[in-house]
Each structure stands twice: as structure tokens, then as C-alpha cells.
């Protein structure tokens, strides 16, 4: 059973940065295919960025060159830094991971993200 923890959002300013991280706990985070996802109100969930377990790492189109996913499968991490926000990045933010056998998929909790001034 794979938990996954998101830290890290909050409120800024647009033109600001955050930084939200994702610890992994009861698992081999290697084995695991890693993603964010954001869910804005009124709106359905959307792939943010994914982080494969091998292969190419990809973005949202309305997030390439702002946002940046990275891991580090020893300390069970994932994380997305986040600059130059935009209003319409506001809203909560999920980590998800995808067995790369079984293709079990899990999700955090979330955490809020607010992009307002």
C-alpha cells in the first residue's frame, strides 16, 4: 500500500513562486510511475506534469517552461516547483502514482494552491 503526502501549497501573489512536495511512504518509489494533477473548482482533474518511471517527462502545455517536477526515488520524493503563477493555476494539487506493473494508481490528498492578488 502506497501513502502519499503533498506539502507546500498556499496563497501567493501572481508572478510568485511555490514549491509543493510529495512524500512516498510504504513502497519502493522506483517501481512507480509519479505525476501531479490540479483540480480547480468547477473544473475536472488535469495532468500537470509526469515524472515516468523511464522515459520522457511531460507537462501540461499551460505550464511548460513555469513549472518543474523532479523525484529522488532514495528519499521517496517528488516534487514541483512552480514560477511565474497565474491566476488560472489556482487550485488543488495532487500527487499520483502508478505502479508500473499492475498499473495500481494512488493519489494524496491534495493541497491547495490560491494564485490571487
Known amino acids: 500500500q502506497v501513502q502519499l503526502v503533498e506539502s507546500g501549497g498556499g496563497l501567493v501573489q501572481p508572478g510568485g513562486s511555490l514549491s509543493l512536495s510529495c512524500a512516498a511512504s510504504?513502497?519502493?518509489?522506483?517501481?512507480?510511475?509519479m505525476a501531479w494533477y490540479r483540480q480547480a473548482p468547477g473544473k475536472q482533474r488535469e495532468l500537470v506534469a509526469r515524472?515516468?518511471?523511464?522515459?520522457?517527462?511531460s507537462y501540461a502545455d499551460s505550464v511548460k517552461g513555469r513549472f518543474t517536477i523532479s523525484r529522488d526515488n532514495a528519499r521517496k520524493m517528488v516534487s514541483l516547483q512552480m514560477n511565474s503563477l497565474k491566476p488560472e493555476d489556482t487550485g488543488v494539487y495532487y500527487c499520483n502514482a502508478v505502479n508500473i506493473w499492475s498499473e495500481t494508481d494512488y493519489w494524496g490528498q491534495g493541497t491547495q494552491v490560491a494564485v490571487s492578488s
Open positions: 515524472f515516468p518511471n523511464s522515459g520522457t517527462i
Open positions: 510504504g513502497t519502493t518509489l522506483s517501481l512507480y510511475n
